[in-house]
């Protein structure tokens, strides 16, 4: 088993739509999640950052966190197509050490 | 503004060639690491430097040797080339100092590829 396991993609979602992007990870101890945003051909970048239960908000960004299902997932609401891109899930057991998942490519059609 | 620079940004080289990837950053981290991609995966971390005198290999180090010359400088060698080295090849930076979950810097990467 992967540590960090995203949805397989592609995710293919109209303009408006609602992107749901998910993440299960194996490692109990883990301390802090994070999704980062890569488009192709570019460097990773940081989008959100959660370590408590519960859902966390930035903008039409939303991270929630479960960790008794060890889940973490991402939303984006009224997903544009400026939004197409693979968002990576990573997670933090150990302080700066981050594992990431393979990554899901979304793409928002006009 | 501070930034994580890379260099090369492509580099072409032949199977057993030593070649050497640099990395320099203005942010003032102390962290710093190299990851590498492959298509369709995420990130695999190859080595990372909590500081100057710490040096701890990653998930896949074997074949890669690092230095950390600086606190703003950590190269990556491969010091005999194969072609299952061809990549994609970022260096990050994170800040322990700072409060909350620690977050990564990307510089723009250097896809090499071995012949």
């Known amino acids: 088993q992967k540590e960090v396991e995203q949805n397989s993609g592609p995710l293919s979602v109209p303009e408006g739509a609602i992107a749901s992007l998910n993440c299960t990870y194996s490692?109990?101890?883990?301390?802090?999640f994070f999704w980062y945003r890569q488009y192709s051909g570019k460097s990773p970048e940081l989008i959100m950052s959660i370590y408590s239960n519960g859902d966390k908000e930035d903008g039409r960004f939303t991270a929630q966190l479960n960790k008794a299902s060890q889940y973490v997932s991402l939303l984006i609401r009224d997903s544009q197509p400026s939004d197409s891109a693979t968002y990576l899930c990573a997670v933090n057991p150990n302080a700066g050490k981050s594992t990431f998942g393979d990554g899901t490519t979304l793409t928002v059609k006009p | 503004d501070a930034d994580v620079t890379q260099t090369p940004r492509n580099r072409i080289t032949k199977t057993g060639k030593r070649i050497m990837l640099e990395c320099s950053q203005t942010k003032g981290h102390d962290r710093m690491y190299w990851y590498r991609q492959d298509p369709g995966l995420g990130l695999r971390l190859i080595y990372y430097s909590f500081d100057v005198k710490d040096i701890n290999k990653g998930e896949i180090s074997d074949g890669y040797s690092v230095s950390r010359q600086a606190q703003a400088k950590f190269s990556l060698s491969l010091e005999s080339a194969i072609p299952n080295q061809t990549a994609l090849y970022f260096c990050a930076t994170s800040d322990s100092g700072t409060p909350g979950p620690e977050k990564l810097f990307f510089g723009s990467g250097t896809q090499l590829s071995v012949l």
């Open positions: 490692d109990r101890v883990s301390q802090s």
